[in-house]
C-alpha cells in the first residue's frame, strides 16, 4: 500500500488527466493542490482526476478538490473526479459533493500511459517521458569476469576488443591503445555512448583520453571486463525538479523511470547537471595491484581516487549503466544495490565536463553528446559512481538537478569470460 500520493499526467484530447495514486491527508494535500494549480497556471481548464488507486481521503483532501472545482466553474472550464475507489466515492456522497463524480471510467494503468507518454510528478521530481519507438529494445553483454580485479589476477588473455558503434553504451575498466603490453599500464574506467568513448588513464598523466566516432571511424575499446549494451532507445524522458527541493538522487530517479515504464532491466544514458558527485577512479592500473593488494591501507588512498564529499557541483554529467530490478535474472557481480536494501540493482559510469547550458527538448543523444566532447572543454573525469553510505562520515549518492535521460528495457543478456 503505497502512504504517499504519486500524481501521473496525461493529456487527452479533451483536457488533463491527473492519475492519483495513495492516500490524501493534509501533507499530502499540499502536493495535490500544487498539481493542480500548476495546470491552470498553464492554460488547462479541464481537469480530471482518477481516483481508483486512492485509498484514503481527508478533509483537507476534500478541501482541494472542492475548491479546485469551483475555480474552475467560474473560470468556465470543469473539473471532475474520475472512476473513485469505494472509499473515495463513499466519502464523496458523504460529504455531499456528488457533483465532482464523472461517470465511470477505467484510464489506462500508469505503465500503459508512459508508453504513450506520460508526465509523472513525486514530491521530489517530475518526469515527462517521451516514447520514441516503444518497441525497441536492447540486447547486454557481460564481459569478462570483476572477480579478477581483486586478485589483480588479468593477462594479456583476458583483454578483449570491442568497436563502440553508435547503438553502443559500455562501461567498464579498459584502455584505448593497442596491445596488451601498450595499455596494461594505463587501465582505468571507461564510458562509452553513441559513438564516444573516454577513459581515465592510470599511467599518472593525470589527463583523460578520448576517442570518438567520425566517418567511418568507430573508436575502440581494450577491456578487462564491464558491459556492453547495443540497440536503440524506446524512451527520452526529461525530468525537472519539483519545489522546494534542490536535488534528486540517482537511486530514486532511476527506480521511478523504471517502475512508471514497467521495466524489469534497463539501460540508461542521463545528460543532466550535477549537483555533487560521489564516484571513484582507480590511479593505479589493475595490472599492477601490488603483492598486499589495492585496498592496503595507507597505500589505498594512492591506489584509488575517491570523492570524501560530493564532487563536481554545477557540472554536466554523461552516465552510462544497467539497472534491473531484484527478481531479475540479469543480476550478477557486476551489479551492486544503488541503495542499501534498495530493490534495483545497477553499475553507472559518469564522464564529467564542465556546465553547458542543456539544448531544451534535445532528443537525439549521439547529437547532445558529440556537442559535448567537441567543446573548446576537455572531459573533466571519469568516475564510477558509487552510493557512500558510511556511518556518519558517508558521502551519500550523486544527484542531480535537471536533464534528459535516453532508457530501453534490455530483453537479453549473455555472459562472455
Known amino acids: 500500500m503505497n502512504h504517499k500520493l504519486e500524481i501521473v499526467k496525461t493529456q487527452q484530447a479533451d483536457g488533463v488527466v491527473l492519475r492519483l495514486s495513495g492516500r490524501i491527508d493534509a501533507y499530502w494535500s ?19 482526476v482518477d481516483m481508483s488507486e486512492v485509498f484514503y481521503v481527508g478533509s483537507a483532501g476534500i478541501r482541494v478538490l472542492l475548491a479546485s472545482f469551483k475555480k474552475l466553474k467560474s473560470l468556465n472550464g470543469a473539473f471532475s ?31 500503459d500511459a508512459a508508453k504513450q507518454g506520460v ?18 529494445k536492447m540486447t547486454c553483454r557481460y564481459v569478462g569476469n570483476p572477480d579478477l580485479f581483486f586478485a589483480g589476477a588479468f593477462s594479456a588473455e583476458h583483454m578483449k576488443t570491442e568497436t563502440i558503434l553508435r547503438d553502443t553504451l559500455g562501461i567498464g575498466l579498459g ?6 603490453s601498450d595499455c596494461r599500464k594505463r587501465f582505468g574506467e571507461f564510458i562509452a555512448v553513441a ?4 577513459y581515465h588513464p592510470t599511467d599518472g598523466t593525470d589527463r583523460l583520453d578520448y576517442s570518438l566516432s567520425a566517418g567511418t571511424f568507430l573508436p575502440e575499446v581494450k577491456m578487462l571486463y564491464g558491459l556492453i549494451c547495443q540497440g ?16 534528486a538522487p540517482l537511486s530514486e530517479l532511476v527506480e521511478k523511470m523504471m517502475d512508471v515504464l514497467n521495466f524489469k532491466s534497463a539501460a540508461l ?30 597505500q589505498v588512498r594512492e591506489n584509488i581516487l575517491f570523492t570524501p564529499e560530493k564532487a563536481f557541483p554545477k557540472t554536466l554529467a554523461v552516465i552510462a549503466g544497467v539497472a534491473v530490478t531484484e527478481d531479475n535474472g540479469g543480476r550478477n557481480a557486476f551489479l551492486k544495490p544503488l541503495t542499501p536494501n534498495a530493490p534495483v540493482y545497477g553499475h553507472f559510469h559518469c564522464a564529467v565536463f564542465p556546465y553547458h547550458p542543456l539544448r531544451k527538448n534535445a532528443k537525439a543523444l549521439a547529437e547532445v553528446v558529440h556537442r559535448l566532447y567537441e567543446s573548446e572543454d576537455p572531459p573533466l573525469s571519469v568516475l564510477h559512481l558509487i552510493n557512500d553510505d558510511r556511518d556518519a562520515v558517508g558521502a551519500g549518492e550523486s544527484e542531480f538537478t535537471r536533464g534528459l535521460c535516453w532508457i530501453s528495457e534490455i530483453s537479453d543478456f549473455e555472459f562472455i569470460s
Request: charged share 20%; aromatic share 8%; glycine share 8%.
Open 232 to 247: 536503440a532507445f524506446s524512451h527520452v524522458v526529461n525530468f525537472s525538479l519539483s519545489a522546494p527541493y534542490r536535488s
Open 195 to 198: 559513438g564516444t568513448l573516454s
Open 119 to 136: 508526465e509523472f510528478s513525486t514530491p521530489r521530481f517530475n518526469l515527462a517521458i517521451e516514447a520514441v519507438d516503444v518497441a525497441q
Open 30 to 48: 499540499e502536493h495535490l493542490k500544487r498539481s493542480i494549480d500548476e495546470e491552470l497556471n498553464a492554460g488547462h481548464y479541464t481537469i480530471t
Open 175 to 180: 584502455a584505448i591503445g593497442g596491445d596488451f
Open 81 to 111: 473526479v474520475s472512476a473513485p475507489s469505494a472509499e473515495v466515492r463513499g466519502i464523496l456522497k458523504m460529504t455531499g459533493m456528488n457533483d465532482l463524480l464523472e461517470q465511470d471510467k477505467r484510464l489506462p494503468k500508469a505503465a
Open 269 to 298: 544514458t542521463f545528460v543532466c547537471e550535477a549537483a555533487g558527485l560521489v564516484g571513484a577512479a582507480l590511479s593505479l592500473s589493475p595490472v599492477n595491484i601490488p603483492p598486499e593488494g589495492l585496498f592496503a591501507f595507507p
